[in-house]
T-cell receptor, first 112, second 114 residues
Framework: DGGITQSPKYLFRKEGQNVTLSCEQN?????MYWYRQDPGQGLRLIYY???????QKGDIAEGYSVSREKKESFPLTVTSAQKNPTAFYLC???????????FGPGTRLTVL | KQEVTQIPAALSVPEGENLVLNCSFT??????LQWFRQDPGKGLTSLLL?????REQTSGRLNASLDKSSGRSTLYIAASQPGDSATYLC?????????????FGAGTQVVVTP
């Protein structure tokens, strides 16, 4: 089945640690995105990538980093510089010329 | 800057009643608008995508309308069922960036009571 997978589903981080969230898609989509969701708020864009080896900052990129070495993979690293990383993180990709966006199941990150 | 608003934030209806969900946006220059459903602790599921040239889209019991001039979209769910209980989000895409960067509303949490 084609789709977007994210791992792990739950992640716990200690203060000062960097953690990496995985996002893989087998939809052959060119563009991929990372969003952050906080309770009662809409999704906010962290980073996006339109092609391999290229990515752009979104609205809240500070404290995060990404890489896009393969078309199907777009990992997100939450660094110790991110002051309030506890949130639900969603990965997405864009399909075809109509730009319908599809989402993965999400990773919930909690800072201990 | 584009702002997307969904009112009310929460809604409860008895089973069988039609649901009407609202989405408003401040800049009418949009590429398209997408409606999503989100179950607790889950990712977003795409429901309908309306291009800027379209007035409405339909899928089963779902119908979404778009009025760009007034900056509004409405999602109608006919004959609601308890399984329709979820949070519904709308998102708009600006015309200057056709590769994404959706601007999301905060969502409307819907409860359908049996």
């Amino acid at each position: 089945d084609g789709g977007i997978t994210q791992s792990p589903k739950y992640l716990f981080r200690k203060e000062g640690q960097n953690v990496t969230l995985s996002c893989e898609q087998n939809l052959n989509h060119d563009a991929m995105y990372w969003y952050r969701q906080d309770p009662g708020q809409g999704l906010r864009l962290i980073y996006y990538s339109q092609i391999v080896n290229d990515f752009q900052k979104g609205d809240i990129a500070e404290g995060y980093s990404v890489s896009r070495e393969k078309k199907e993979s777009f990992p997100l690293t939450v660094t110790s510089a991110q002051k309030n990383p506890t949130a639900f993180y969603l990965c997405a990709s864009v399909a075809g010329t109509y730009n319908e966006q599809f989402f993965g199941p999400g990773t919930r990150l909690t800072v201990l | 800057k584009q702002e997307v608003t969904q009112i009310p934030a929460a809604l409860s209806v008895p089973e069988g009643e039609n649901l009407v969900l609202n989405c408003s946006f401040t800049d009418s220059a949009i590429y398209n608008l997408q409606w999503f459903r989100q179950d607790p602790g889950k990712g977003l599921t795409s429901l309908l995508l309306i291009q800027s040239s379209q007035r409405e889209q339909t899928s089963g019991r779902l119908n979404a309308s778009l009025d760009k001039s007034s900056g509004r979209s409405t999602l109608y769910i006919a004959a609601s069922q308890p399984g329709d209980s979820a949070t519904y989000l709308c998102a708009v895409r600006p015309p200057t960036d056709s590769w994404g960067k959706l601007q999301f509303g905060a969502g409307t949490q819907v409860v359908v009571t049996p």
